[in-house]
């Protein structure tokens, strides 16, 4: 169970969106925050791996490895 506070002008447009749709303001959260989470974890590791290479912890990995590693080679 999660509990946020919104500011007052998202939540009256949220509670506008659930009573015209006849949805919870549940499932668009649940909504909005599955469809960001990927994004926001691909943020946090691409910082994390830019302070890294400015630290001079810089790894290269080839474009063959790359690809194999995600099943694209052919």
């Known amino acids: 169970m999660l509990a946020i506070r919104l500011p007052l002008a998202i939540e009256s447009r949220l509670d506008a969106l659930s009573k015209s749709t006849g949805r919870t303001k549940s499932y668009y ?27 001079g912890r810089r790894r290269t990995v080839s474009l063959g490895k790359l690809m194999k590693r995600h099943g694209l080679a052919h």
């Open 29 to 55: 959260v649940r909504e909005a925050i599955l469809d960001h989470l990927d994004d926001l974890e691909d943020l946090y590791l691409a910082e994390k791996r830019l302070i890294g290479i400015r630290a």
